[in-house]
């Protein structure tokens, strides 16, 4: 059973070279089951051709951002599948109080992303904002 949440929608990146979008959700639980973010960006392109990629914080901190899959002390949390307007999340045990961001690039913008920056780190959350003018 998927546990459903509507999110409001994120802050939309800098103007650029490339056409991103990006989703700050708080303080989400991430059920073993699976739960399902509200994502308005993926669209059917992005899930054709594009690239959706998520990064998790504990709220309230000024922590780190941490991609996904992550697995650290035998919890591992992952982004399972995403399609048009969600992305799901799983995790080996329920995990409560934790932030998203969550970033979509068309395909256009990733062929473009990969001709202006060659070596960008998408695992790397401040170098992915840094390339696509995203908030941190």
Do not use: C
């Amino acid at each position: 059973m998927l546990q459903a949440l509507q999110v409001p929608q994120g802050h939309r990146g800098r103007a650029g070279d490339a056409i991103v979008s990006s989703y700050l959700l708080t303080g989400i639980t991430v059920a073993v089951t699976g739960t399902t973010l509200s994502v308005p960006a993926i669209d059917q392109s992005v899930v054709d051709e594009g690239l959706v990629i998520v990064y998790f914080s504990n709220t309230g901190t000024t922590g780190p951002w941490y991609s996904l899959p992550f697995t650290n002390g035998g919890v591992t949390i992952s982004m399972v599948s995403f399609g048009v307007g969600a992305v799901t999340l799983t995790s080996t045990t329920q995990q409560t109080g934790l932030d998203f961001r969550v970033v979509v690039i068309p395909g256009t913008s990733v062929t473009k992303l990969n001709v202006t920056n060659p070596n960008l780190n998408f695992r790397n959350f401040t170098a992915v904002a840094n390339a696509l003018h995203l908030s941190k």
